[in-house]
């Protein structure tokens, strides 16, 4: 589980904000056609709010379960 802090909000907190997430996530998902860019949208997306490492696809896809480097 990423614990690191980046731009003062760790994993936990996005947990804990999971609802603003989700309305957020669901005002831009419909812009991204398919469902399945939805789902590696929110990957990217949690991705870019918690880890401070690198944001390429390959560092991003290592990270989290549901990471796809080639859809990302």
Do not use: C
């Amino acid at each position: 589980m990423i614990t690191e802090y980046a731009l003062g909000m760790r994993y936990e907190e996005l947990l804990a904000r999971s609802a603003y997430f989700k309305r957020y996530l669901h005002s831009i998902l419909p812009l991204l056609g398919r469902q399945e860019r939805g789902h590696h949208a929110q990957v990217y997306i949690r991705d870019l709010l918690t880890e401070g490492g690198r944001k390429t696809p390959a560092a991003i896809a290592k990270r989290w379960p549901d990471g796809n480097v080639q859809a990302l």
